[in-house]
């Protein structure tokens, strides 16, 4: 079993940033495509960032220009830095290996709020 294990959740005043982090077990995270889902009340699950193996990203229209993933395959980690945060990135935020197996982690509550 992988263990996916986020930090770096927590409240946040609008306009402000947070950066999630998520370290991962195992000897293979840099095969693996990663990605941040995150989930409001009320909610469909969405994906909201994703990074392949090669580097490549993707991120969902809401947060493109504001939210960054990245990975360091030494450190076995993988982050997303959220800047300008809205009211409504209020989520459980969750990291997820997307590829070739997958597997989530227990996620972390960001709220935005003023």
């Known amino acids: 079993q992988v263990q996916l294990v986020e930090s770096g959740g927590g409240l946040v005043q609008p306009g402000g940033s947070l950066r999630l982090s998520c370290a991962a077990s195992?000897?293979?995270?840099?095969?693996?495509?990663m990605g941040w889902y995150r989930q409001a009340p009320g909610k469909q699950r969405e994906l909201v960032a994703a990074?392949?193996?090669?580097?490549?990203?993707n991120y969902a229209d809401p947060v493109k220009g504001r939210f960054t993933i990245s990975r360091d395959n030494a450190k076995k980690t993988v982050y997303l830095q959220m800047n300008s945060l809205k009211f409504e990135d209020t989520a459980v935020y969750y990291c997820?290996?997307?590829?070739?197996?997958?597997?989530w982690g227990q996620g972390t509550q960001v709220t935005v709020s003023s």
């Open positions: 997820t290996a997307l590829r070739p197996w997958n597997y």
């Open positions: 195992g000897s293979t995270f840099s095969i693996y495509d």
């Open positions: 990074i392949t193996s090669g580097d490549s990203t």
